[in-house]
């Protein structure tokens, strides 16, 4: 399944057992030898929530969240049955998600997911800065700069605004801010133009993975910079190589909403 372009490989885990999802992550998510995926997802019971989830990255690497991913969750446990429920919660590493699904003739197409309130303190991002916050920063990685904001939705994120993201060296440069000593978590990186008060489009490279079609709390963090920094409205759509999420950071609850499309491309068995 994917959520604007971002792949994992989904397995039910009420009837499945894995015993080494690591192991498996890496084996699923080759794309030459195995299915292809940015990595593996796993929906299983939850003693608190409707439904609980377990991501690990294409190197095996364990995440807290993807928003993307919850997406894609709530499209499978609606459209095979196993809730009828249009208002899901879903536990996570990242915290509680709460999902609002959209189905069309039975089906789910779109999902509304409240990612929750942004964390912009430096250390429970974390990341290592002598103030304790890091927004519109100049960072020396040598031998580029770069002016970094600092934003955890669950996981780690460097916001970078600049030009000329489509023909970015984004794999050289995001290899190094993820593994930067200043991220003792690494980080997830995004690279973002500004089109408009209420469009940018992103590139985003993410810890783990490399670069993806599209990373949901990567879009929420690049909302919540942008209003920092004044550059984007609290309503605006990011777009990203695999396609458009629309993003609010409300100022009244302070938590950052994300809709955006649900694809399941296929099933089978490995």
């Known amino acids: 399944m994917h959520g ?22 890496i ?17 299983l019971p939850s003693e608190t929530c409707d439904f609980r989830m377990r991501m690990f ?4 690497s364990e995440a807290q969240m993807c928003g993307n991913a919850t997406r894609c969750i709530a499209k499978y446990v609606y459209d095979r049955g196993l809730t009828e429920k249009t208002t899901v919660t879903l536990e996570t ?12 003739n039975g089906k789910v197409e779109r999902v509304t ?3 929750g309130e942004p964390i912009i303190e430096a250390k429970k991002v974390p990341v290592k800065w002598s103030s304790d916050r ?22 780690p994120h460097a916001v970078i605004f ?20 200043m991220f003792p978590e690494k980080t997830n990186t995004e690279f973002v133009e ?35 920094t004044n550059r984007l409205d609290r309503k605006a759509t990011i777009s990203l190589p695999g396609g458009d999420l629309e993003l609010e950071w409300n100022a009244e609850s302070n938590r950052v909403f994300m809709t955006g499309p649900a694809v399941e491309v296929f099933t089978g068995e490995f």
């Open 27 to 43: 084996r699923v998510s080759d794309r030459h030898k195995g299915i292809g995926a940015d990595g593996l997802v796993l929906i």
């Open 93 to 104: 590493k990242g915290g509680v998600k709460t999902l609002q699904l959209y189905p069309v």
């Open 162 to 181: 600049t030009q000329g993201i489509s023909t970015m060296n984004i794999e050289t440069i995001g290899r190094k801010i993820e593994t930067h000593p």
């Open 4 to 25: 604007a372009g971002n792949d994992y490989v989904y397995v039910n885990g009420f009837t499945e057992r894995v015993d080494d999802p690591a192991a498996v992550s």
């Open 194 to 228: 500004i089109l408009s008060r209420t469009h940018a489009k992103m590139r985003v490279w993410e810890r783990g993975s490399g670069e993806t079609q599209a990373c949901g709390t990567g879009a929420c963090a690049t909302l919540v910079a942008a209003v920092l």
């Open 57 to 60: 990255n294409a190197d095996g």
């Open 113 to 115: 997911v409240d990612m």
């Open 134 to 155: 890091l927004i519109d920063q100049t960072v020396d990685f040598q031998p580029e700069k770069y002016a970094v904001t600092a934003v955890s939705m669950g996981n």
